[in-house]
């Protein structure tokens, strides 16, 4: 028996059966369930369906949850098992099962759109977890169009070859004159096209939109934060508690470096990043060492600018304006 959830497209498998069968293996009593935003709908049904058929006792967080790094660690400490949806796993941890969902989205139309706007002949494929299934379907069709396909092999962070994150484009760090990205939004096809200096045709499988990823806008936003931060004389350098997202080692380096500039820097640990818990602290700017999308995705909302940690070594005029990236782990 499968539990699927409808988007306006497509819908996603959230393997059920499987699910059923960990929690009757382990002899789980009490079972915690975590699911993105774009997938908590379908949280209730799940935990419906998991008490009817075994009678544990389920529990479903209510806080956010961003990636496969952002286990909910209190819930773990009072289930047996916890099952987190929707992400690839990142490291393995104790008690959490990733359980992947994918889409049934149909990726051929998206790609006989693409595939017209391609100027290149070899061809690298890039997508998320969601359509990481469809990849071989996609490099067969692209190929007897003549072109040559490239899946890229990621590095541990990544869990599937040509899979990549918000914060990992090591996937797409092959040699082919330009890129198909499978999947929704820009962030991830944008971080590539940075990472990369190539082209990244998106081809989105559940809207069938398809257009070619246009870097200007957001580096034109990066660039006035920047520009705001130049005459920072005191900075605030975040460090996640998220273990996925944990880096104490580049936080460190960061504040000497402002040290030795004769800048003042202060670490600041903390778990959910949020423009309202900042405020309080009287820093000229921020550097983010945690999950590298809340610099950009959240760029608006933050009054002080908060830099990635490219961005930092560019105010510190250790990098130049142009080799400006996104942050990857
Ligand atoms: S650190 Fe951010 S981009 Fe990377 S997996 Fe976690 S939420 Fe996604």
Same mark, same amino acid.
């Given at each position: 028996?499968?539990l699927?959830?409808?988007?306006?497209? !497509?819908?996603?498998?959230?393997?059920?059966?499987?699910?059923i069968?960990?929690?009757?293996?382990?002899?789980?009593?009490?079972?915690?369930?975590?699911?993105?935003e774009?997938?908590?709908?379908?949280?209730?049904?799940?935990?419906?369906?998991?008490?009817?058929?075994?009678?544990?006792?389920?529990?479903?967080?209510g806080?956010?949850?961003?990636?496969a790094?952002?286990?909910?660690e209190?819930?773990?400490t009072? =289930?047996?098992?916890?099952f987190?949806?929707?992400?690839?796993?990142i490291?393995p941890?104790?008690?959490?099962?990733?359980?992947?969902?994918?889409s049934d989205?149909?990726?051929?139309?998206?790609?006989?759109?693409?595939?017209?706007?391609?100027?290149?002949?070899?061809?690298?494929l890039?997508?998320?977890? #969601?359509? =990481?299934?469809?990849?071989?379907?996609?490099?067969?069709?692209?190929?007897?169009?003549?072109?040559?396909?490239?899946?890229?092999?990621?590095?541990?962070?990544?869990?599937?070859?040509? #899979?990549?994150?918000?914060?990992?484009?090591?996937?797409?760090?092959?040699?082919?004159?330009?890129?198909?990205?499978?999947?929704?939004?820009?962030?991830?096809?944008?971080g590539?096209?940075?990472?990369?200096?190539?082209?990244?045709?998106?081809?989105?499988?559940?809207?069938n939109?398809?257009?070619? =990823?246009?870097?200007?806008?957001?580096?034109? #936003?990066r660039?006035?934060?920047?520009?705001? !931060?130049?005459?920072a004389k005191?900075?605030?350098?975040?460090?996640?508690?998220?273990?996925? #997202?944990?880096?104490?080692?580049?936080?460190?380096?960061?504040?000497?470096?402002a040290?030795?500039?004769?800048?003042?820097?202060?670490?600041?640990?903390?778990?959910?990043?949020?423009?309202?818990?900042?405020?309080?602290?009287?820093?000229?700017?921020?550097?983010?060492?945690?999950?590298?999308?809340?610099?950009?995705?959240?760029?608006?909302?933050f009054?002080t600018?908060?830099?990635?940690?490219i961005?930092?070594?560019?105010?510190?005029?250790?990098?130049?304006?142009?080799?400006i990236?996104?942050?990857?782990?």
């Open positions: 028996m499968s699927r959830a409808m988007s306006s497209y !497509a819908s996603f498998e959230f393997e059920l059966d499987r699910v069968a960990i929690i009757e293996e382990r002899g789980a009593k009490k079972i915690g369930l975590q699911f993105p774009g997938l908590r709908r379908s949280a209730l049904q799940m935990a419906k369906k998991i008490e009817e058929r075994t009678g544990a006792i389920v529990l479903i967080s806080n956010p949850c961003h990636g790094c952002d286990v909910d209190s819930l773990r009072h =289930v047996d098992v916890l987190h949806f929707g992400h690839a796993e490291e941890m104790n008690k959490v099962v990733f359980i992947e969902v994918r989205a149909d990726v051929i139309p998206a790609l006989k759109q693409a595939i017209k706007l391609l100027k290149g002949r070899r061809i690298g890039i997508t998320t977890v #969601q359509h =990481v299934h469809k990849l071989g379907e996609a490099r067969d069709f692209l190929t007897k169009h003549g072109k040559t396909c490239i899946i890229g092999k990621g590095d541990s962070r990544v869990k599937h070859d040509g #899979q990549i994150l918000g914060c990992n484009f090591s996937a797409a760090r092959v040699d082919v004159d330009e890129f198909i990205y499978l999947g929704s939004g820009n962030f991830h096809p944008l590539v096209t940075l990472a990369t200096s190539k082209r990244v045709i998106i081809a989105d499988p559940i809207s939109e398809v257009r070619e =990823v246009e870097p200007e806008p957001i580096l034109r #936003q660039h006035t934060i920047i520009a705001k !931060a130049l005459d005191t900075f605030g350098i975040i460090v996640s508690t998220k273990s996925a #997202q944990t880096r104490m080692e580049l936080a460190e380096r960061l504040q000497e470096k040290l030795r500039k004769g800048l003042e820097a202060h670490l600041i640990s903390m778990d959910e990043i949020t423009p309202e818990r900042l405020l309080s602290f009287k820093a000229d700017a921020f550097v983010n060492t945690a999950c590298p999308r809340i610099a950009i995705d959240d760029a608006a909302l009054k600018p908060m830099l990635t940690p961005e930092f070594e560019i105010v510190l005029g250790e990098r130049s304006w142009d080799d990236k996104f942050d990857e782990m």
